[in-house]
């Protein structure tokens, strides 16, 4: 078989997509489509440009075959899972060619972050997936809190939601599809939102299948909205769990930096929790910055009063408090300069960002400042950390 003959396909894995549609609309050559079933790639239409990886919300779409033959669309329609790669057989060094091509592009495509995204080594393995549109989860609401002082306007929610006897087993940092009801006025069914998990693996109520969510209240928002007006014993369809990446060490000397702006703190309120809950005394230490335009609007402001500072050092950044100047999370981190660099040198460290994508320039930039102050090269250190699962970010 000449080295000529062999593609690199790249596919989407029907097991993990959760149609979000954020491929397709990405894809700016309209290589991406669907059909009720799957969302696949037209192998004559990829050009490879890789601006479909990072937003993915699940990792689905970074997946590729190495084929003597394109698999049509009308194969990805028909597949529940990806197919296993075929043996290449006698021209395993072309493959490898074509193979370091594609890597060195999908490096570029994770740029942003460092490289590709990996879980911390001590993370517990979690399960993605059981639970997707043709066959839901059915969760109750069996609590709807508001998480912003009653007087503004931004209306952020605490959602804890009920599997009852489902086995729904999570990790925090995973994610979970929310199906809103109702089609949208194309009449198609609206698509599955994502919501970070904000409670521990061990659920919000302790030793019980149930999650809650942190949800923000959108203008016109479908599945916001869905969500935020929802009544103690409603009924909810769910999906995933989603995430192998952002979850947190399982080894309670790690130290944990997290950094994050509004609902992003939902992961870290989970992270927060499974420590608080579990292991109050773990050696490793947990820093929070967090950035809100005041305190009023700054999801779980009074829990986060009752957070011991031994266990969470916690760093608020105001950006609209009269008076005051206007402050974001990468300034409270500059003037955290001190223990944020002594953590920075410790291999036991990991970094997580999550919220408004305008931060993770400004982030990126505090942590260069911060490391050159103590003679580290954050350019150099980064891509070390995200190999290693130690830096993660993922912001909308
Ligand atoms: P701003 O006052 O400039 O909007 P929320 O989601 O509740 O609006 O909170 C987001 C917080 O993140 C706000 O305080 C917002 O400030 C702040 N923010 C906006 N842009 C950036 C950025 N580029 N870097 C860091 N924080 C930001």
Redesign the pocket.
């Known amino acids: 078989m000449p080295a000529t003959e062999i593609l690199k396909q790249h596919l989407i894995d029907p097991e993990i997509c959760i149609r979000c549609n954020t491929c397709e609309e990405t894809c700016p050559v309209d290589a991406i489509t669907h059909d009720d079933n799957n969302y696949v790639v037209d192998a004559a239409k990829c050009n490879f440009c890789l601006d479909c990886i990072s937003p993915c919300p699940t990792g689905s779409i970074d997946n590729w075959r190495m084929t003597p033959a394109a698999f049509s669309l009308e194969d990805q329609y028909s597949w529940s899972e990806l197919p296993a790669q075929v043996d290449l057989g006698d021209v395993a060094s072309a493959v490898e060619a074509i193979e370091d091509e594609v890597d060195a592009l999908l490096t570029q495509a994770h740029a942003g972050a460092g490289g590709k995204s990996v879980a911390p080594s001590s993370a517990l393995k979690p399960a993605i997936n059981q639970f997707n549109r043709a066959r839901p989860a059915i969760a109750t609401v069996i609590g709807n809190y508001r998480l912003t002082a009653p007087d503004v306007d931004?209306d952020?929610r605490h959602i804890i939601l009920s599997f009852a006897e489902t086995p729904f087993p999570v990790l925090e940092g995973q994610s979970v599809g929310v199906v809103p009801p109702g089609v949208d006025d194309k009449g198609e069914k609206h698509r599955i939102r994502l919501y970070s998990i904000a409670s521990p693996r061990h659920g919000e109520k302790p030793n019980t299948y149930s999650l809650a969510l942190t949800v923000?209240r959108e203008p016109h928002g479908v599945c916001s909205n869905y969500l935020c007006d929802l009544k103690k014993g409603d009924r909810v369809k769910m999906t995933g769990p989603f995430g192998a990446t952002f979850l947190m060490p399982n080894d309670p000397a790690a130290n944990i930096v997290m950094i994050c702006?509004?609902?992003g703190s939902a992961p870290f309120r989970g992270f927060t929790e499974w420590r608080r809950r579990t292991m109050p005394n773990a050696p490793g230490r947990m820093m929070l910055f967090f950035?809100?335009?005041r305190p009023e609007?700054?999801p779980y402001f009074g829990p986060l009063q009752k957070v011991p500072e031994t266990l969470l050092a916690k760093h608020f950044?105001?950006?609209?408090v009269p008076g005051e100047p206007?402050t974001?999370?990468?300034d409270m981190m500059r003037k955290q300069a001190a223990p944020l660099a002594e953590l920075m040198t410790s291999p036991q460290t990991y970094i997580y960002v999550c919220?408004?994508k305008?931060?993770e320039?400004?982030?990126d930039a505090a942590l260069d400042d911060i490391c050159r102050g103590v003679g580290l090269s954050w350019a150099a250190l980064r891509p070390d950390m995200r190999a290693g699962g130690r830096y993660h970010v993922e912001t909308y």
Request: net charge positive; proline share 0%.
């Open positions: 931004n952020v923000k702006t509004g609902t950035g809100a335009r609007e700054l950044a105001y950006s609209r206007k974001y999370v990468q919220g408004l305008g931060m320039q400004g982030v």
